[in-house]
């Protein structure tokens, strides 16, 4: 065999191996986050618990947009004005999968057979609506004030 034709055969197996572009996932739902508050909770101490852990909630659209994730049960916790234990049972679902999210974790998978907010407290069950706002202290308020506005939330824009 002549060099050329070992040196042709060699590029032209690493040219067939090459991958051929690069693409991006396919958007396959619509986020109407309008519904959702925009992504900016109602009560003042998530909002703080927002700012102060600095959640990344692009990619938790971004898995609902891009990998058909059901985040209708969570529109109560950026509208309604509650905190209690479901409140941060439901935070921590999304703080958790944001993180997944963000790392790729869940790339073209479909997450639409998920099944969140199925802890169930059993007969404990009233613990979950504990207020727990009634632990916080009324003279932190315009500290926890402070903090909120000082950290910048961004918009939530999903491409």
Do not use: C, H, W
């Amino acid at each position: 065999m002549k060099a050329t034709t070992i040196l042709a055969s060699a590029l032209a197996a690493v040219a067939t191996a090459a991958p051929t572009a690069i693409t991006t996932p396919e958007k396959r739902a619509v986020v109407d986050l309008g519904a959702f508050n925009n992504f900016n909770f109602a009560n003042q101490d998530l909002q703080y618990l927002l700012a102060l852990n600095k959640f990344d909630l692009q990619s938790f659209a971004q898995l609902a947009a891009f990998n058909k994730l059901n985040i209708g049960d969570f529109q109560g916790l950026f509208v309604n004005n509650n905190f209690d234990i479901n409140s941060l049972l439901q935070l921590q679902q999304i703080a958790l999968l944001s993180q997944l999210g963000g790392l790729g974790l869940f790339g073209n998978f479909d997450l639409s057979s998920l099944q969140l907010n199925v802890f169930n407290l059993g007969l404990i069950g009233g613990i979950g609506g504990f207020d727990i706002s009634s632990l916080v202290d009324q003279s932190l308020v315009p500290q926890i004030q402070a903090i909120i506005q000082q950290t910048e939330i961004t918009a939530v824009v999903i491409n």
